[in-house]
């Protein structure tokens, strides 16, 4: 069973900068779309970047110029380079990689990676 396996949260200072990588167990194909998601204390997940396989990304306001999704499909991992952090960006983050292979799509997610930023 195909499991994504997060990475590179922990703390960090205001204005500080973090990496997310999320790397599939094994091969899944083709991404056709990747994400990243977050779950703050008390708050609904939201996403907070999207990418597709054209290349298009999208990002909400809140993270828009600080936030940067990237994929290497070769090694079938995700990334999330997040800069100049807030402590609003602290909470948990999670991956989703929608990919097809052998005439299948599938959906997977991370099991959530905790980001804290706080002086």
């Known amino acids: 069973q195909v499991q994504l396996v997060e990475s590179g949260g922990g703390l960090v200072q205001p204005g500080g900068s973090l990496r997310l990588s999320c790397e599939a167990s094994e091969n899944i194909g083709t991404i056709h779309v990747a994400g990243w998601y977050r779950q703050g204390p008390g708050k609904e997940r939201e996403l907070v970047a999207r990418l597709t396989s054209s290349g298009t990304t999208n990002y909400p306001d809140s993270v828009k110029g600080r936030f940067t999704i990237s994929k290497d499909s070769a090694k079938n991992t995700v990334y999330l380079q997040m800069n100049n952090l807030k402590p609003d960006d602290t909470a948990v983050y999670y991956c989703?990689?929608?990919?097809?292979?052998?005439?299948?799509?599938?959906?997977?997610w991370g099991q959530g990676t905790q980001v804290t930023v706080s002086s």
């Open positions: 989703s990689i929608t990919a097809g292979r052998n005439y299948k799509v599938s959906d997977y």
